[in-house]
């Protein structure tokens, strides 16, 4: 909505109306050596034409990623969103993301989360999902306040594998309750240290939490994590990539008790730093300790088919004791989002764009390896992401980025000994031209 300003006789009858004469008395309540006693120092006014201008040439100083040739990952991810995806969001009624208060009014918001949720389970091979999460590292910390509530446990595992922005929520969130958080090394091939978290393991643990892929792009061993974990019943939470669920078993094969993770690679675009939601799956058991609201569907009483809110374990609808979070806003425009890029893509093309990230993140590492442009660090265990060594990185970094290549993620200031590593993603839609210019303009650098 434009804005448009009030009149001075407007104004007036404001100031009248509360019993002030002027706008200096209306703010007489500020100490005096605060108040300006200038003129402000503004240029004079803009007419639309000239401020228009102005603008452009401000934003012409900024380079969208559109400009580059672009391999940066570390949690959010470039990829092609199909333009129907953006004329279905801007439907009126889809135009926000928050819940309404009288829901069952909203049926075709309602649908939406829905079919998202069905999306979700139907990744991760869990029963259930909500949808009221604002991205993957508060999914993170809420899985962990939900496994303290469902076991009444004190500690967390959790692997410094994991997003390091992840753990500094995490520690965040738990920082006025009784939890322990308890980081994990990685071994020599950037997974959990097994031994470590053998000895960690006891009565006491509420839960192991490890990623998939982990930030460094690598395949952990969940499956053994699991094992190891519920010889003392604590809770297995794992931070998955959902695209990357599409190429392996469902995640309840494993017997995993509570899946969660950052949506964005899911039809969300990059823009400052992403379009982000959070989602967090579980087992049916857990059904009344998940975070967020839950949508049914359901007839009436005239057999009509219909959509409601299920479960609202919020402070509003129960008491505060037994509420599992306060979370507001659901991000369901991020989630319907989500929902239109899934079914665009399809099943079959879901996987068929995780395949193509992994075949072309390993042409790229092993032109990288085999013509010795870079030193291998972890191996090559991984998905769509992995780590190299390149001496001088600083330097030959903003070399590749004039050359308009955004090489990826430098990790020195991550971890300090992974000094002048790289953190490198390939996306499924990157072209061979695409691979070979980060190769060849690397070669002459190096």
Known sequence: MPYIPHTPKERQEMLETIGKKSLCQLFETLPVDLRLRKELNLDRGLSEKEALDFIKQLAAKNKNLDAYNSFLGGGVYPHFVPAALKAILQQGGFYTSYTPYQAEASQGTLQAIYEYQSY??????????????????????????????????????????????????????????????????????????????????????????????????????????????????????????????????????????????????LGQRAYWGGETFGFIATRQEFLRKIPGR????????????????????????????????????????????????????????????AERIFSRAHYLYEQLVSKKLVQEVFGSHFWGEFVVKIPHLEQVGKEMKRHRILAGVKLGKLYPQLENCLLVFVDGDKSKKDLDSFVQTLEKLI
């Open 120 to 265: 979700i389970c139907l990744l991760t091979g869990m029963d259930v999902t909500s949808a009221s999460l604002y991205d993957g590292a508060s999914a993170v910390a809420e899985s962990i306040l939900m496994a303290r509530r469902i076991n009444r446990r004190k500690k967390v595992l959790l692997g410094r594998s994991l997003h390091p922005e992840y753990r500094q929520v995490v520690k965040t969130y738990t920082a006025g309750i009784e939890i322990d958080i308890e980081e994990l090394k990685w071994d020599k091939e950037g997974k959990i240290l097994l031994p470590e978290l053998e000895m960690n393991l006891n009565d006491d643990v509420s839960a192991v939490v490890v990623a998939l892929p982990n930030f460094f792009g690598l395949v952990e061993d969940i499956k053994t994590i699991t094992t190891l974990a519920h010889k003392h019943n604590a809770l297995v939470i794992v931070v998955a990539n959902p695209l990357f669920l599409s190429l392996v078993q469902p995640l309840s094969y494993y017997e995993v008790d509570i899946v969660c993770g950052e949506g964005q690679i």
């Open 294 to 353: 839950i949508v049914g569907r359901t007839t009436d009483k005239k057999g009509r088919e219909g959509f409601v809110l299920t479960l609202q374990a919020r402070e509003q609808h129960i008491r505060r004791e037994k509420a599992t979070s306060n979370i507001c806003s659901n991000q369901s425009l991020n989630a319907l989002a989500c929902s239109v890029y899934l079914s665009l893509l399809g099943e079959q093309g879901i996987k068929a764009l």
